[in-house]
């Protein structure tokens, strides 16, 4: 069972943060900041934590992407630090702790999450079902890669699956057992066979360019 949050505080997030993701690409939409609370509660049921915190977390975590993606995981960590709204339900301690969380939420982060709202939070952004997987990764590139041809979009979609969820990746999970880690060896199965990856690749992108009428 999810824990609930404050209306007033739900009502302002609803209202004012997570429309926010409408300009943003789409593998980071609002569908994707709303898969990534809803995952987020549910492993916070799990853990002693204030889900109000989590819920406000997982909010914030890519609203940085207003300025781009190099660094946007600091961006959203200062957005939600400068927020004054936040005063009404948070010390500035618990906003000290939200704010290192968002910041530490990134997959290529070198360093591991400070708390375990950072954990939760990079878990939940993890998203390690391989068809999610790889779809988002097409979006990303035909979203900053427009000048790529076909082949252009599978040798840096095929190189960015293999850089980051690939054994030895840079990617890590801070919640085991999980539902990730299963579903991380079925996508390194696909990432190993390249006739595999190709087919899943093709068929994924003819639907994104028909989907967007590229």
């Known amino acids: ?10 009502d302002y997030i609803e209202q004012q943060i997570i429309p926010r ?14 898969a990534v609370i809803d995952r987020s509660l549910t492993l916070a049921a799990d853990c002693e934590v204030n889900a109000e915190m989590v819920y406000t977390i997982a909010a914030y975590h890519d609203t940085g992407l207003v300025n781009g993606r190099e660094h946007h995981h600091l961006d959203a960590g200062r957005i939600l630090e400068a927020d004054p709204e936040l005063r009404r339900w948070f010390p500035e301690e618990e906003i000290r702790t939200m704010r290192e969380a968002v910041e530490d939420h990134r997959a290529s982060s070198d360093h591991a999450p400070r708390s375990i709202y950072g954990r939760i939070v990079a878990e939940a952004d993890r998203q390690i079902d391989p068809e999610t ?4 990764t097409i979006q990303y590139s035909l979203a900053h890669y427009p000048e790529l041809d076909r082949e252009g979009h599978f040798a840096r ?10 054994e030895g990746g840079y990617l890590r999970l801070w919640i085991v057992p999980s539902e990730n880690a299963r579903r991380l060896d079925e996508l390194r ?3 190993n066979d390249a006739q595999l990856l190709r087919d899943r ?3 994924l992108f003819d639907i ?4 967007s009428g590229l």
């Open 1 to 10: 069972m999810k824990p609930e949050i404050r209306r007033e505080l739900r």
């Open 133 to 136: 997987v790889l779809r988002r």
């Open 208 to 211: 994104e360019i028909r989907t």
């Open 201 to 203: 690749f093709d068929h």
């Open 21 to 34: 993701y409408r300009t943003f690409d789409r593998a980071h939409n609002l569908d994707h900041v709303r």
């Open 189 to 191: 199965r696909i990432i």
């Open 157 to 166: 979609c095929a190189g960015h699956l293999r850089g980051k969820y690939a």
